[in-house]
């Protein structure tokens, strides 16, 4: 390599630097204007470091856990239900994520001559931290999605193969579950086998519910 193209490549990597540096800050200054607006909430601004922390769990049946959150993780948990609600377009079979939520669901099935009860088990524990990260990334950029991710995951106490989970006891894990299964193969599954106007879910330890009318 000779001397001009050293300078050439030393030039590149000053240049690029900069670049990088510029479009870090300016992301910065776009969530401060639009937290101005309460439109990015404040927990946008923890540390990617910060721990999802609770203070115990306990077993409710074999391997399924319910996590005990810290004081402050619930109302952190609240902001990162409400940025992923506005960010999302969830789809209106998810009665849990509207008005009315389960006695909404029960009265939209109500005319049915049949029902039928689905229910997916431990979908919480078999929702992976990169899972939560991939969805997400769908509608924000990737380090906010690794952030959200990372604070609304704690240690699998299960041995099946995934680190990190959703845990039960979070105020943004039945959203961010819903996200996960909206895009999951057993979603799509069903919405393609019955009417979407007589299927709805409803996130009861992830059950869900759908009626077939003649």
């Avoid at 590149?12 to 800050?25: Q, R, S």
């Avoid at 005990?68 to 619930?74: D, F, I, L, Q, R």
């Avoid at 990737?142 to 979070?170: C, D, E, M, W």
């Amino acid at each position: 390599m000779t001397k001009q193209h050293k300078i050439g490549l030393v030039k590149v990597l000053e240049t690029t630097t900069v670049v990088l540096a510029f479009i870090n800050e300016s992301w910065t200054f776009v969530e401060k204007v639009l937290s101005l607006f309460n439109i990015v909430p404040n927990y946008m601004t923890l540390s990617m470091s910060t721990p999802s922390d609770w203070l115990h769990k306990f077993e409710i049946k074999t391997e399924r856990w319910v996590f005990v959150p810290s004081k402050e993780t619930p109302e952190r948990g609240r902001q990162i239900h409400a940025y992923i609600k506005q960010k999302w377009k969830y789809p209106r079979y998810m009665f849990h994520l509207r008005n009315g939520g389960h006695v909404a669901a029960a009265n939209f099935h109500l005319k049915s001559n049949y029902f039928s009860l689905i229910d997916v088990s431990d979908f919480y524990g078999a929702t992976s931290q990169s899972r939560v990260t991939r969805e997400l990334g769908r509608l924000v950029p990737y380090v906010k999605a690794r952030q959200i991710a990372r604070l609304s995951t704690v240690a699998n106490p299960n041995r099946n193969g995934f680190k990190h989970v959703i845990p039960y006891g979070y105020p943004q894990s039945p959203i961010l579950a819903s996200l996960c299964f909206h895009h999951s193969f057993v979603a799509g599954s069903l919405v393609r086998s019955v009417n979407l106007s007589v299927f709805s879910s409803v996130f009861i330890w992830m059950t869900f519910f759908y009626q077939v009318t003649t």
